[in-house]
T-cell receptor
Framework: QKEVEQNSGPLSVPEGAIASLNCTYS??????FFWYRQYSGKSPELIMS????GDKEDGRFTAQLNKASQYVSLLIRDSQPSDSATYLC??????????????FGKGTKLSVIP | EPEVTQTPSHQVTQMGQEVILRCVPI?????FYWYRQILGQKVEFLVS????????KSEIFDDQFSVERPDGSNFTLKIRSTKLEDSAMYFC??????????FGPGTRLLVL
């Protein structure tokens, strides 16, 4: 059974601070890793994808991947109240062309306090 | 910006009835998916579809479920005889090839 684990939170950070979200996965063969943001009652919205060990930055967001430790993280710098949402970690068994299913974690609820 | 669309946004049905959930994937995408999310739980994979056939399906996707791409644009999920436990948000997703999956807004299904 492939599992993706996240701390459900809530994680509360003050506005302007750095929010750190973590995720571990059980399938060592996982190749693609994603962070989605989900507002209450809405669909998952892609924030970042990462495929190689190391860091990947996109604006205020940085994804970090460590395949040896089976660990993915997302840092949100200069957190804004609009970042308040549930952040879903998802992994896939392949990369590139292919109908790879996503396995999701339960999500971490982030609350940014003004 | 192209997006995945889904209809209806809400569906209420009686237990035992058939429902069809409709999705229009992004037009040049090749891979299509259905996921569901029971209230308060994680998003779960149901089925993937490529080249007019099912690629993968989960244990949830039993004989009560079917998918179809009846024309060049629509992608449907049918539940033949709904159960109370089918109440969930159903998301359609699509992807082009190597890119990530993009999700539609979802259909909230309530089975009474």
């Amino acid at each position: 059974q492939k599992e993706v684990e996240q701390n459900s939170g809530p994680l509360s950070v003050p506005e302007g601070a750095i929010a750190s979200l973590n995720c571990t996965y059980s399938d060592r063969g996982s190749q693609s890793f994603f962070w989605y943001r989900q507002y209450s009652g809405k669909s998952p919205e892609l924030i970042m994808s990462i495929y190689s060990n190391g860091d990947k930055e996109d604006g205020r967001f940085t994804a970090q991947l460590n395949k040896a430790s089976q660990y993915v993280s997302l840092l949100i710098r200069d957190s804004q109240p609009s970042d308040s949402a549930t952040y879903l970690c998802a992994v896939a068994p392949g990369s590139g062309a292919g109908s790879y299913q996503l396995t999701f974690g339960k999500g971490t609820k982030l609350s940014v306090i003004p | 910006e192209p997006e995945v669309t889904q209809t209806p946004s809400h569906q209420v049905t009686q237990m035992g009835q058939e429902v069809i959930l409709r999705c229009v994937p992004i037009s040049n995408h090749l891979y299509f998916y259905w996921y569901r999310q029971i209230l308060g739980q994680k998003v779960e994979f149901l089925v993937s579809f490529y080249n007019n056939e099912i690629s993968e399906k989960s244990e949830i996707f039993d004989d009560q479920f079917s998918v179809e791409r009846p024309d060049g644009s629509n992608f449907t999920l049918k539940i033949r005889s709904t159960k109370l436990e089918d109440s969930a948000m159903y998301f359609c997703a699509s992807k082009l090839s190597q890119e990530t999956q993009y999700f539609g807004p979802g259909t909230r299904l309530l089975v009474l």
